[in-house]
């Protein structure tokens, strides 16, 4: 009697953020939820309970710095293994892969920075602040991308993906280089002797994830005891991870790396960038003057995003492809290029993060931060999605 084979499973996605693109925006819905529902606490009878419990010690630190600086490394982890799987194995693996996405992350990121400097030049004390506007929140971007549906074309999601994962990276090294309390080199010293070792492994052909989170763990401590911001010891972690199933295998769903994003994905998602946006956008109105709206501060953070991200995006697009550097994303007309570049001004959640490292020392800013992360990721939300709709119905020449 002869048997029917059996039919080959297919390989499951590659890339959990790319299994995104496709099935909607529910990690961005739940995020912009967050963000809606920290504005009624903070602004109801819970406010006062809401502000003595994001400060509340627990142990070393308060909770809201275990938020920060503890979840927050988690997401950086992410971040740093999609960072990783993309420039090896993915759709940034070669220069002309990068070429269009990197020309506009650095646009988005360095207009943005010159329209707050612009704004606060008179006043050295907020220049700090420079980086805010610089970043893109993908969960947030994507989420608005997702709710069009079928109106933004899937390369335009893809594209937006690499920009965004670029724009990360961009933001870790400011982390890094620039929001560095005073270093302690011994410290920093052990902390390099972990990383040795997550390498050490790597190298080896470790495949068990076990030890890694262990070091991951250790370097993490380190880190944070450092000087330097503790996200970072995420993305370092993430480095180590090796993206093979084996040596000399093509990356599949068995790789350390592959497994440990995909098992990520959801926690970050769904409540790791929940819980970071409800602690840290909930900005109370009471008592708030309209001097705060014009501020500097806010007005260079809602300027630099909803205005410096669509001039820096957009011109970084037009220049590249003027130039023959590169092509604009198939299918994707000059009306979905500028409905992304405004979605790119959504900061929200690398924005309250970078702000609360900017102006750590000095709390006076913090309210003028969030009004400028909310009032220009807003802007950009709903303009981004008017021009995509506005472009789908009416057919966007190319």
């Known amino acids: 009697m002869q048997t029917t084979p059996s039919p080959r499973r ?30 009624i606490v903070a602004n109801g009878p819970l ?23 503890g979840l927050m490394a988690v997401f950086f982890l992410l971040v740093g293994l999609e960072i990783k799987r993309e420039v090896l194995d993915g759709g940034l693996r070669t220069w002309p892969d990068r070429a269009l996405p990197g020309i506009a992350a650095l646009g988005g990121m360095a207009v943005p920075a010159l329209v707050y400097v ?31 549906g079928s109106r933004a074309p899937v390369s335009l999601k893809v594209f937006l993906t690499a920009l965004a994962i670029l724009d990360d990276l961009g933001a870790v090294l400011i982390i890094a280089l620039f929001y560095t309390a005073d270093l302690s080199w011994p410290v920093l010293g052990l902390a390099a002797a972990v990383l040795a070792m997550l390498v050490t492994l790597n190298r080896v052909g ?28 995420g993305v370092l972690l993430a480095l180590a991870i090796p993206l093979r199933a084996s040596p000399g295998r093509p990356d599949d769903s068995r790789s350390p790396l592959h497994r440990l994003e995909h098992a990520l994905q959801p ?7 929940p819980v970071f946006g409800f602690a840290n956008a ?4 009471a008592g708030l003057e309209a001097g705060a709206l014009l501020a500097p501060v806010t007005l260079g953070v809602a300027s630099g995003l909803f205005v410096g991200k669509q001039i820096g995006v957009l011109g970084g697009i037009w220049l590249a492809v003027r130039a023959g550097v590169a092509h604009k994303p198939a299918g994707a007309g000059w009306r979905h290029i500028y409905g992304v570049s405004l979605l790119c001004g959504i900061g929200f959640t690398m924005s309250l993060f970078i702000g609360g ?25 709903l303009a981004g999605a008017l021009v995509l709709s506005l472009g789908s119905r009416r057919g966007a020449p190319g």
């Open 10 to 39: 297919l390989p499951r996605p590659l890339s959990a953020l790319r299994s995104l693109l496709v099935s909607g925006a529910g990690g961005g819905l739940v995020l912009m939820a967050s963000a809606v529902l920290a504005l």
């Open 47 to 69: 406010g006062p309970a809401y502000a003595q419990a994001l400060h509340a010690a627990i142990g070393p630190m308060s909770l809201l710095h275990w938020i920060n600086d």
């Open 118 to 148: 612009a704004i606060n030049a008179g006043t050295p004390a907020t220049l700090r602040g420079w980086a805010i506007p610089a970043a893109t929140d993908i969960a947030f971007a994507l989420g608005v991308l997702g709710l069009l």
């Open 206 to 233: 470790l495949r068990r994830l076990g030890p890694y989170l262990i070091l991951g763990a250790a370097l993490w401590l380190l880190v944070l005891r450092s000087g330097l911001h503790a996200t970072v010891a």
């Open 267 to 273: 926690w970050v998602a769904y409540l790791i960038l």
């Open 282 to 285: 909930g900005v109370s109105l």
């Open 357 to 381: 490292l900017a102006f750590a020392r000095q709390p006076e800013f913090d309210t003028e931060t969030k009004l400028g992360v909310l009032a220009g990721s807003l802007l950009s939300t």
